[in-house]
């Protein structure tokens, strides 16, 4: 079955790879506004990615995933990206897609905040949506994710699998959409640590003082694997990369560790993005795909998107979870599964409170 979806994931990259290599031979872009057989405008959704790329296994290609799901369920959506290769590009890319008349851009990733509010304030008119990141701007539909909720999940979990009594976690950049994962991790195994008398370490990540370690990069895989291998050499035999691409280098380096460690991804369960699953205990997952799926269908359809509240994903609705143990489900224990899902219900009922910095407004 993971076969078949990593060939879909494929494709999409390649068509994407393609519609990227006729923007950077400066050609001009394909009239394709028409549907063919009805003479009716299609209504086009442009997404532009930040630094890790259409094929981050991450967030980039959740926010892809959305679009072409969006294009799915709705035949008269044409979607298109573009790909950023440095935060000066963000400006750029943006306007691009403003001067081509698309009627959605789309702009992923907290790193674009201030660009998309600067292109999104020149351009009262265009519709603009952002994934992580909230500007304010009443033309910009934010989609945030309160991943500290399933982060804490993912932190009992750890801290009850672990062997050696210490678990990490690394970020690619000190911002909110990432820290918000490790300190909802680090909470997580606090509060496994008090229910059960133990004394589970977090390496990587120090809540109380937001100083951790992060690779400076969310695509740079030796970067993720350097941090991690300082994490496993100081004990940790369970580790959460929040870095996008960057976290592959922990991925494979803990499947070529013939099971020394074991990885939680983020953002896409890991199983369908990535190619080591057999290393990944779980993963925080960001609902991104159905977020902007029905960001656009609404839009497409003529609803006036609200940017005040946006749209927050939490546990309650389903915007954020774990997923499934795929290759380690028969190797946590019954009760621990037992447990993680009651923490579930306790956070999305508010019995548990889960707290951090970088969450978003609800």
């Not at 981050?56 to 290609?61: A, M, V």
Request: hydrophobic letters at 40%; a neutral charge.
């Amino acid at each position: 079955m993971r076969s078949v979806r990593g060939m879909r994931f494929a494709s999409a990259v390649v068509a994407g790879g393609l519609v990227l290599g006729a923007a950077a031979c400066g050609e001009a872009p394909k009239d394709d506004n028409t549907a063919a057989g009805t003479g009716g405008k299609k209504y086009s959704a442009c997404m532009v990615t930040d630094v890790g790329g259409i094929d981050d296994k991450s967030f980039n290609t959740s926010a892809w995933k959305g679009l072409e799901e969006a294009q799915k369920a709705n035949g008269n959506i044409d979607i298109k990206y573009v790909a950023s290769k440095a935060e000066a590009d963000y400006e750029v890319n943006l306007t691009g897609y403003v001067n081509q008349k698309c009627d959605f851009i789309l702009a992923v990733g907290g790193l674009m905040e201030k660009a998309t509010k600067k292109i999104a304030e020149a351009n009262p008119n265009q519709q603009f949506g952002i994934v992580d990141a909230n500007p304010g701007v009443a033309n910009i539909f934010p989609m945030q994710f309160d991943t500290a909720q399933a982060a804490f999940q993912a932190g009992y979990l750890a801290a009850g699998m672990s062997k050696t009594g210490k678990v990490g976690t690394y970020g690619g950049l000190p911002i909110p959409p990432v820290t918000i994962f490790m300190d909802g991790f680090a909470d997580g195994v606090a509060y496994y640590n008090k229910a059960k008398g133990k004394s589970v370490q977090v390496l990587g990540w120090d809540k109380a003082t937001q100083k951790g370690s992060f690779t400076n990069d969310f695509a740079k895989q030796d970067e993720g694997k350097k941090v991690s291998d300082t994490l496993v050499a100081q004990g940790a035999d369970i580790i959460m990369p929040v870095a996008g691409g960057s976290g592959l280098g922990t991925t494979a380096a803990a499947q070529a560790s013939g099971g020394k460690y074991s990885v939680i991804w983020v953002d896409v369960d890991g199983c369908d993005s990535t190619p080591n699953c057999s290393t990944l205990l779980t993963t925080v997952v960001k609902n991104i795909p159905d977020a902007v799926k029905e960001a656009v269908l609404k839009a497409a359809g003529g609803e006036k998107l609200q940017a005040t509240p946006g749209f927050v994903g939490t546990l309650a609705n389903n915007g954020v979870s774990i997923a499934p143990y795929h290759e380690f489900d028969s190797k946590v224990p019954a009760d621990l599964k037992a447990e993680v899902e009651k923490i579930k219900a306790d956070i999305a009922a508010g019995t548990i409170t889960v707290t951090s910095k970088a969450q978003p407004a609800k």
